[in-house]
Every structure is written in C-alpha cells, then in structure tokens.
C-alpha cells in the first residue's frame, strides 16, 4: 500500500492540487482538500480494481471531494482561466511572448473568463478543467466523471457554447446572466 500511494503521490501530486486550485481559486482550502483526497484515496485503496488507470480514479476521487465540499458550502465558486478556440475543435489558444499591453489587455480577458466560468454549471467547469487545463484526453475525462465518451463531447460543446454566451453578453453589459 506505501509504495502505491508513494507513486500516486509522486505522479499526480501537482496535477491534483492545481486541478483542485482550478475547482475552488482558494489555496488553502485547495490544500485542506487535496488532504481530503488522499485520506479517500487510503479508505479506498482496497476498492481499487484496476478497472481505470491510477490518475483516472484519484481525480474521479477529487472531483467528488470537491463537490462535496461544494454542497456542503451550498455554493459554487469554482473559476477557471485559459482562452479557447471557440471553433468545432476546442483547443487551447497558446500564448507566444505577448508585449506589456497584450498582457494587460490578456489579464482582463482572463478575469471575464473566470467571472463568465462562475455561470457554468460544476459539470461544464469540470469538463472544461479536465480537457483544457489538464489536457485529459475525452477518454480520460470520460473514465473520471463516470460518464461515456459522447457525453463528455457534448457537455463540452455545451460549455463552449455558454461560455461564449455568457462573455458575448458581459461585453454587451448584460453581465446579470443566470446561471447556464
């Protein structure tokens, strides 16, 4: 059991945290779940059939402790920041050494996301999260939320699509969007 956790630990540590740090934009609390997270994962780790990878069922774990702690807060303040290509395909933009003002205008853009990422629902931030900020592929995602392959497609052009929406409307003024 050490020497599985050891490994898990020392394979997934940073993606984990920094995906929770996605879920919550708090550190210390992000800190007090990852926590969390490994107290489950040792509970469980006789549970664990091998059915998924490693790195499949402890974010699966993960992204359960942090809707439990969202229903227990009966709030949802997870945020997510990156730019996307808003065409079929859905990949990351890639930043290439942007000048002063690139970034000044690029930290504002990045606040709207997140603010716009707060009318997601958890599973279309999740989704988001998982695909873009971890760079899981559809199966991997599709193995931590339980859900099939097609369905993750799906949320995902959803959230693309409200995501869109909701920043189209932020820039109209109409900021006052109820949640997607």
Same mark, same amino acid.
């Given at each position: ?47 664990? !059939? #091998? @059915? ?19 229903? @227990?807060?009966k709030r949802k303040r997870n945020r997510f920041m990156e730019f996307f290509d808003w065409s079929e395909?859905?990949?990351?933009? @890639?930043?290439? !050494? ?6 000044a205008v690029q930290n504002d853009e990045i606040q709207q996301v997140y603010q716009a990422l707060d ?14 900020i971890q760079g899981m592929s559809i199966k991997e995602t599709a193995e931590i939320l339980s859900w ?24 109209? #003024?109409? #900021? ?5």
């Open positions: 059991m050490r020497t599985f956790f050891d490994e898990l630990y020392e394979n997934y540590h940073h993606d984990l945290f920094q995906f929770l740090i996605y879920m919550v934009k708090d550190r210390s609390l992000a800190e007090d779940l990852v926590q969390d997270v490994y107290v489950r994962v040792m509970k469980s780790y006789d549970s664990f !059939n #091998g @059915k998924s990878s490693e790195k499949t069922w402890l974010f699966s774990i993960a992204r359960h402790v942090a809707i439990d702690y969202f229903r @227990k807060q395909k859905g990949e990351q933009i @890639k930043d290439q !050494n942007k000048m002063p003002e690139e970034i009318k997601c629902t958890v599973d279309q931030r999740s989704v988001l999260i998982f695909r873009f099939s392959e097609s369905k993750v497609k799906t949320t995902q052009h959803r959230a693309m699509k409200a995501l869109k929406e909701i920043l189209e409307d932020m820039e109209e #003024g109409r #900021g006052d969007r109820e949640e997607a």
